[in-house]
């Protein structure tokens, strides 16, 4: 009997960790983060899902922000004739400096010390830029998955409203996947009111009649 219920237990759940909704959840809660996967394979397939879930924000986020965008005013061919029809006052030659001479000048110029450093900092370190917006994403998951985890008695609710600006990118996922209630007990008991409120004796309720009894019935003890 015992082994029975093993092999059943192991076969309905046995594919829990790569689905994704599930994963991905379990990383963003505070609580567990990547500490219960069975194996490093399946959590290292749980980080590869939560980035992509962050690259889906990233883009979504990226398309709102160039749909917003004004595009800038384009120059009529009126205007360039207007500008082109102007007189152009010629500046004095001897105010012209020439090519040969500001180059020498500049070549000439000494550099100073502090720019040396600061050319001796770019050779070594090389001079990459700020990074894009996933690699900034995947520091943070990393700093993120490397504090310790919180007690399991803790709100994780509490942790991403203090850590929000800590770890934006991973927040943001935090909240699409922690919002949603992890039971269908308040569905079910939704469902057993409807079942008591429409019944053979009130079969002709509409359904906006149904929606509003249904939502007295339940919130109406809140008021009172």
């Known amino acids: 009997m015992k082994q029975t219920l093993l092999e059943a237990v192991n076969r ?6 790569g689905e994704p909704l599930y994963s991905v959840a379990t990383l963003v809660d505070p609580r567990y983060k990547d500490r219960y996967f069975t194996g490093a394979v399946t959590a290292n397939d749980a980080r590869d899902a939560l980035m992509r879930e962050i690259r889906k924000v990233e883009l979504l986020n990226d398309g709102a922000a160039s749909a917003t965008t004004e595009p800038a005013a384009s120059t009529s061919t009126e205007d360039l004739a ?10 004095p030659a001897e105010k012209v ?16 010390s502090l720019m040396a450093l600061y050319d001796n900092i770019l050779k ?21 998955l490397k504090e310790p985890t919180i007690s399991r008695s803790e709100s994780p609710f509490q942790f991403w409203g203090k ?11 935090a909240v699409r996947f922690l919002s ?12 057993s009111t409807t079942s008591n409120v429409v019944d053979e004796k009130r079969n002709r309720l509409t359904a906006e009649m149904t929606e509003m ?3 007295l019935k339940k919130n109406l003890t809140k008021f009172s």
């Open 124 to 144: 070594e370190q090389g001079d990459s830029g700020t990074g894009s917006n996933s690699d900034v994403a995947l520091v943070q998951m990393q700093k993120y």
């Open 163 to 173: 850590k929000h600006d800590s770890f934006p990118a991973v927040a943001a996922i």
């Open 213 to 215: 009894i249904i939502f």
């Open 180 to 191: 949603a209630p992890s039971t269908s007990v308040e569905s079910e008991r939704l469902f």
């Open 97 to 112: 400096p020439r090519r040969e001479e500001a180059a020498g000048s500049s070549q000439s110029r000494p550099k100073s």
């Open 82 to 91: 207007s500008v082109d029809a102007e007189p152009v006052d010629a500046e």
């Open 12 to 17: 309905r759940f046995s594919s829990t960790e």
